[in-house]
RNA sequence: GUGGCCGUAGCUCAGUCUGGUUAGAGCGCCGGGUUGUGGUCCCGGAGGUCGGGGGUUCGAAGCCCCUCGGUCACCCCA
């Protein structure tokens, strides 16, 4: 019989690893609680329909969707995202705006796994509804930016585009279009040309790359409140002294997005998976998918991606677990099993070794497992009622009463 | 979905070109170095259907085909 393997794309995050995980998540929480923002838990699935109206032509929805019939014959689909989850609960819930959550999550797209790309992948993010005012832009972005560099990231580059208002978007989309139209494009992109223009310029096919450097700006093409929009974003970031490059070739993959869309890039990827996260404006989104118009602005980032980065920059590594206590016994087991047990409620940190091992392998144990003390019960020690307690870096031992042990060790792990 | 490279002990890898007795190393793990003490050192040991299946051959980790997985690029995007 053979034996199970995760599925291709997935894979398992074992300890200590884990522990990496859930600090990073635990310090995107703290970033955005002190900005406001609560937590969003949504489901991992949905009504496919809700992610359909991302653009029935981007891969996301098209090709990469995990789409299945349940039981009672709809059709549901694992989210490839969770802006559109997000702005569902928006619209079923509505709540007060400006309503700023955050969230934290798997997601699954069907795609063609390699290093920092995973058919199950992590995402953090945030959404902010109901606020069009450009400093909400600057709160979200500047917002990633200083998670991202909380994490001790340095080589990264944040990129900043506008596609405007729908008219700034589609008179562009007329004058790119036209401009593709007479170029000698790869084969591939002649078809995303036609159906949407502004996707050729995310090609990196050698062949498109004299094309694309060619081709019209899309800020040559603003109404011009959407051109002031930007000014104003603009004027915001430079305010806050976080440096950025305008990127007039950034569209983001996602048809929703309107005016601002930026991308958080790591210098330090070599691969073609250096966007760390991206996000943007989606003033048309809520209506898209029922609700009345409403504003939002968000981010998600990859934590996948994140963390390999953090290995190149050699930032935010995993820290030695800590233990306050390791028990050694060399007699019935009785005082391993009691003590730990007893160690435990009172708030101290144990472990122990099991079986019927000798003590210099015991001791061995107690090594590795990082603890500051061994407890050391050994047939003396049984007889006379008492633990040894040896400070592992140190080396010094004491013999204390098992009465006293609780407290004595409470008093010793203050001092350190 | 298309193409390139890769897959040998828990981990990192040698061995594959030039098929040939019991498949190796380092790290890790386990045990020992005399009465009950870890980190260093010394000695010993366990652990592998050579990703899986089929084929060629007297003989396959090695050659051929298929398949699964990883990786890189296109694509897509986080």
């Known amino acids: 019989m053979s034996s199970f393997k995760s599925p291709r794309g997935v894979r398992d995050i074992l300890p200590p690893e884990t522990a990496r995980w859930r600090a990073l998540e635990s310090q995107f929480a703290g970033v955005c609680e002190r900005a406001g923002y609560g937590e969003l838990v949504s489901p991992m699935f949905e009504d ?9 032509d981007t891969a996301v929805v ?6 299945f019939f349940d039981k009672k014959g709809r059709r549901m689909a694992l989210r490839p995202e969770l802006t559109a989850s997000a702005a569902r609960a928006f619209i079923e819930h509505h709540p007060e705006v400006p309503w700023k959550v955050w969230y934290s999550g798997p997601q699954f797209r069907y795609e063609q796994p390699q290093a920092g790309r995973y058919r199950q992948f992590m995402q953090v993010g945030i959404e902010l509804f109901g606020v069009d005012d450009p400093h909400s832009d600057v709160e979200v972005i500047a917002l990633g930016w200083e998670f991202l560099r909380s994490l001790g990231l340095q080589d990264m580059t944040l990129l900043v585009n506008t596609l405007g208002d729908s008219e700034s978007r589609s008179a562009y989309a007329g004058v790119l279009g ?17 159906k949407n223009p502004l996707r050729v310029l995310d090609s990196k096919r050698e062949q498109d790359q004299q094309v694309i450097a060619g081709a019209p700006s899309c800020l040559d093409h603003l109404t011009s409140e959407a051109a002031d929009r930007f000014a104003a974003v ?25 005016h601002t869309a930026f991308e958080y890039v790591s210098n330090s990827l070599t691969s ?29 980032l990859g934590a996948d991606r994140i963390l390999l980065a953090c290995d190149t920059e050699e930032t ?70 008492t633990v040894s307690v040896k400070d592992l870096e140190t080396s010094q031992q004491t013999q204390i009463s098992q009465d006293a ?12």
């Open 48 to 56: 496919a329909g809700v992610f359909a109206r991302l653009g029935e």
């Open 62 to 67: 098209s090709k990469e969707m995990y789409d």
């Open 405 to 416: 042990i609780v407290e004595h060790l409470q008093s010793r792990l203050k001092q350190l």
């Open 178 to 194: 036209d401009y593709l139209a007479e170029s000698e494009l790869s084969e591939a992109s002649v078809e995303t040309a036609l």
């Open 272 to 300: 073609a998976q250096n966007a760390l996260g991206g996000g943007g404006r989606y003033d048309g989104l809520i209506e898209a998918l029922g609700g009345t118009s409403t504003a939002g602005i968000g981010f998600a």
């Open 316 to 385: 935010f590594l995993l820290s030695e677990t800590l233990l306050d206590v390791f028990i050694v016994d060399i007699t019935d087991g009785q005082a391993a099993l009691t003590l730990s047990q007893e160690l435990r409620s009172a708030g101290i940190s144990a472990d122990r070794a099991w079986g019927s091992r000798s003590l210099k392998a015991q001791m061995k144990a107690a090594n590795r497992s990082n603890a500051r003390f061994a407890l050391i019960v050994g047939t003396d020690e049984q007889a006379s009622g």
């Open 234 to 258: 603009r004027s915001g970031l430079d305010a806050l002294g976080i440096s950025y490059e305008v990127s007039p070739r950034l569209v983001r993959g996602l048809d929703y997005y309107t």
